[in-house]
């Protein structure tokens, strides 16, 4: 059992007062992350900051993430490339921290340009990045059948598998896909090994020739792409340019301080962004972290603030289905329990609360302040994954405003229940909010 973190009453941190200033811009070199358990719109809000930002950086994850936005009336949906990669002379960066499926991306530059968007010079591949094989999605599908009930809830886009390589200094990285003769010797080795290991949990191998063909041709589509990124990110800030880092999943599903093991593989919290792409921290000037005005999850584990009434309401609207797998999330009311810490964990200096139009016709609306705990009044949720399962919410309600809110473009146009609410979950936080998005759109934004 987890040691309980606190045996007082809780304490809530207020933050500070909300003075709006529409003309602000963010600063410098700015990290996004997810302050819940990821899908908190965060590539919407990438899009809207995007405005302010010259290079967009990807630093952790795979194509196990996926980010939706809305330009004008059009949808995309983005698994590895950054979204600034929509916004002409932006330049977009995959960085050494991602795990990078070569078919994949592949077929991601080439949808994208089906659809008018430039790929070409504004899109930069680290040689450092790590390779997702197939042997890692196959790995990734048959733990998850023979965890049975104990799954994950893994996407099987063999993500886990390929960090585990990365950890045990076996994977093929980027790089070594620009000396095809040097990539198809690692190629053989690995495939030898990963296919006894397939064979021995009942799986079917993976053939060598077509597969080593189809990672050629993706090398020779990916080799203009491929630098050190490294490099091409300190001389952008050498020339004053704007780093904005976009985040994948949320805070919760990183792998040291998430709801451990029902984690991704990468870390999601703002460190991540300094390791996944080689820039330190003192060059990093703001945090902000993007939750929802209620929470959600995908896949397995504890959720302290699961509602099946949440879930049926969200779900009534045709919201909450996964970008990746269009799986149906799990939904439930707001958890600052979980805000709390992820501000602390991360150094989350602003807000970007989304999705607030999706609690316009909740009449009362729940939000949880602290978790019980064998008795116990918690301010920050357990470490230990069956600890947490066991806590109980401590809820305090709201009134509803039963209008629409979608229409709204400055902070003062809110209804006044809606205004009060959202000040309310940035002072259970703990830190200033910044940005209200009431929909998909980017023009449906309000910024403070």
Not at 236 to 262: I, S, V
Not at 269 to 289: E, L, N, Q
Not at 395 to 402: A, I, L, S, V
């Amino acid at each position: 059992m987890a040691v309980v973190n606190c045996e007082k009453d809780v304490s809530l941190p207020k933050a500070p007062e909300i003075t709006p200033c529409p003309g602000t811009k963010i600063m410098a070199n700015t990290i996004l992350v997810g302050a819940q358990w990821g899908d908190e719109g965060k590539g919407k809000i990438i899009d809207y900051l995007t405005d302010e930002a010259d290079v967009v950086v990807r630093s952790q994850g795979g194509n196990n993430a996926g980010h939706t936005i809305v330009h004008g009336r059009e949808k995309f949906v983005l698994h590895l490339i950054p979204s600034g990669i929509l916004r002409r002379g932006k330049t977009c960066v995959i960085g050494n921290g991602v795990v990078v499926d070569p078919l994949a991306l592949v077929r991601e530059i080439s949808g994208l340009r089906e659809r008018g968007v430039k790929v070409n010079r504004n899109l930069l591949l680290s040689d450092c990045a790590h390779l997702v094989m197939p042997w890692h999605r196959l790995l990734d599908e048959r733990r998850e059948t023979r965890q049975g009930g104990d799954k994950i809830g893994t996407t099987k886009r063999g993500i886990g598998p390929a960090y585990g390589d990365k950890a045990a200094r076996t994977g093929l990285r980027v790089g070594d896909l620009l000396d095809a003769s040097a990539f198809e010797k690692k190629f053989k080795l690995r495939l030898r090994e990963n296919n006894a290991v397939l064979r021995s949990l009942g799986a079917k191998p993976v053939s060598l020739q077509p597969t080593l063909r189809e990672y050629l041709a993706a090398a020779e589509t990916l080799r203009p792409f491929i630098a050190n990124t490294v490099v091409r990110l300190h001389d952008a800030m050498a020339d004053g340019k704007r780093l904005l880092f976009e985040g994948a999943q949320g805070t919760f599903l990183d792998l040291d301080h998430g709801t451990y093991p029902f984690v991704t593989s990468s870390n999601t919290t703002a460190g991540g962004a300094c390791t996944g792409s080689g820039v330190p921290p003192h060059r990093m000037d703001t945090v902000i972290g993007v939750m929802k005005a209620y929470t959600t999850r995908v896949g397995e584990g504890p959720f302290t603030t699961e509602d099946k009434t949440v879930t049926g309401l969200l779900h009534a609207m045709g919201r909450e289905f996964g970008a990746t797998t269009g799986r149906a999330r799990r939904c439930g009311w707001f958890d600052a329990v979980i805000t709390r810490y992820s501000a602390m964990l991360n150094g989350i200096d602003e807000l970007a609360i989304t999705n607030l139009d999706g609690l316009d016709n909740v009449p009362r609306i729940r939000v949880c302040t602290a978790y019980r705990l064998d008795g116990k009044k918690l301010a920050y949720p357990p470490t230990d994954a069956a600890d947490w399962a066991r806590c109980k919410p401590v809820y305090e309600e709201f009134p509803g405003w039963m209008k629409d809110t979608s229409k709204a473009r400055k902070f003062s146009q809110l209804p006044p229940a809606a205004r009060r609410y959202v000040r309310a979950l940035a002072d259970l936080t703990g830190a200033r909010l910044s940005i209200v998005s009431v929909g998909a759109g980017h023009d449906e934004t309000i910024r403070l």
